[in-house]
C-alpha cells in the first residue's frame, strides 16, 4: 500500500518562496508515477506538476512553468515543488499523487489528469499573503 505525506507548506508573503516535499512509502518511488496538484477553497482540483519516473524530464502547468520546479529523488523516496515568486492566487492545498503507470503513458498529458493517479497525500497547505 503506497501512502504519501506532504510536509513543508505554510504562510509566505508575495514574491516569496516555499518548497514542499512528499515522502512515499510502502513502495519504492521509482515504480511510481507522480505530480502535484493543488485545490484552492471553491476550486476544482487542479494540476501543477509532473515528472519521469527517472526525474530527467519535468513538465509545469503553464501558468506555473516560470516559477514552480518539480523535482525527485528516488533513493530518498521523495517528491519535492520548489515555489517562488508566490502570488496570493497560489493559495491552496497542495497534494502529491502517485500512480503506478510511471512509463507507457503519453507523457506528460496523461499525468495531467488527476483521475488517473490511485494514491493521494492529504494535502499541505500554502498561504500567500499580499
Known amino acids: 500500500q503506497v501512502q504519501l505525506v506532504e510536509s513543508g507548506g505554510g504562510l509566505v508573503q508575495t514574491g516569496g518562496s516555499l518548497r514542499v516535499s512528499c515522502l512515499a512509502s510502502?513502495?519504492?518511488?521509482?515504480?511510481?508515477?507522480m505530480a502535484w496538484f493543488r485545490q484552492a477553497p471553491g476550486k476544482e482540483r487542479e494540476f501543477v506538476a509532473t515528472v519521469t519516473g527517472s526525474g530527467k524530464s519535468t513538465y509545469v502547468a503553464d501558468s506555473m512553468k516560470d516559477r514552480f520546479t518539480i523535482s525527485r529523488d528516488n533513493a530518498k523516496n521523495t517528491l519535492f515543488l520548489q515555489m517562488s515568486s508566490l502570488k496570493p492566487e497560489d493559495t491552496a492545498v497542495y497534494y502529491c499523487a502517485a500512480t503506478n503507470h510511471v512509463y507507457g503513458r503519453s507523457w506528460p498529458t496523461w499525468y495531467t489528469d488527476a483521475s488517473r493517479f490511485t494514491h493521494w497525500g492529504q494535502g499541505t497547505q500554502v498561504t500567500v499573503s499580499s
Open positions: 510502502g513502495r519504492a518511488l521509482s515504480s511510481l508515477g
